[in-house]
């Protein structure tokens, strides 16, 4: 089975703070995305990597950045949170080249007061 | 411009009471499409692909149906515990590189099934 971890269930962070999620996968895969997924607007792609220290904006990268030293790992990082970064936080990966299913971790609840 | 569309935003059943869900796609060129389902709080876990009008994928009460223009996930005698929302995606049309590919995710259908 694939697993997907990530580094905190729950997070709680104040304005300005640097932030740092993790996410591993055990299956090998090449691809790794970073989602945020708030009320009413699904899922929105935030960067993603398809090797390591490979690096793609998604939809929404303002306010991020990314790291991938590592196949198995990639990290998101908040440079100065703000409370509009307040969110559900998802990591997936597939296999480069398909199939195209994503696989996604348990998500990390992260708020910003 | 790729698109999907999910309905209904929310559906409530009766616990045995079967219905459908619909996952609608504007995408040239399908290859693949993807049923989830996410619990509250978690995140989605991958339940179906599909790959071509016509094919079925079946786990316990739950049936994925495809055509060219749209798919269905059938839900028969459903129990309270497959309350849930369920959320279908499909890679961007043809044209776009096919080996890092992002997915363009449904907004889902919140199922709730009271006993």
């Known amino acids: 089975d694939v697993k997907v971890t990530q580094s905190s269930r729950y997070l709680v962070k104040r304005t300005g703070e640097k932030v740092f999620l993790e996410c591993v996968q055990d299956m090998d895969h090449e691809n790794m995305f970073w989602y945020r997924q708030d009320p009413g607007l699904g899922l929105r792609l935030i960067y993603f990597?398809?090797?390591?220290?490979?690096?793609e904006k998604g939809d929404i990268p303002e306010g991020y950045s990314v790291s991938r030293e590592k196949k198995e790992r990639f990290s998101l990082i908040l440079e100065s949170a703000s409370t509009n970064q307040t969110s559900m936080y998802l990591c997936?990966?597939?296999?480069?080249?398909?199939?195209?299913?994503?696989?996604f971790g348990p998500g990390t609840r992260l708020t910003v007061t | 411009e790729d698109q999907v569309t999910q309905s209904p935003e929310a559906l409530r059943l009766q616990e045995g009471e079967s219905s459908s869900l619909n996952c609608s796609y504007t995408?040239?060129?399908?290859?693949?499409l993807f049923w989830y389902r996410q619990d509250p709080g978690k995140g989605p876990e991958f339940l179906f692909t599909l790959y071509s009008a016509g094919e079925e994928k079946e786990k316990e009460r739950l049936k994925a149906t495809l055509t060219k223009k749209e798919s269905f996930l059938h839900i028969t005698a459903p129990k309270p515990e497959d309350s849930a929302t369920y959320l279908c995606a499909v890679p961007p049309g043809r044209g776009v590189n096919t080996g890092f590919q992002k997915l363009v995710f449904g907004t889902g259908t919140r199922l709730l099934v009271s006993p």
């Open positions: 990597s398809y090797d390591v220290k490979m690096k």
């Open positions: 997936a990966s597939s296999l480069y080249g398909g199939p195209y299913e994503q696989y």
């Open positions: 995408v040239s060129g399908l290859r693949g």
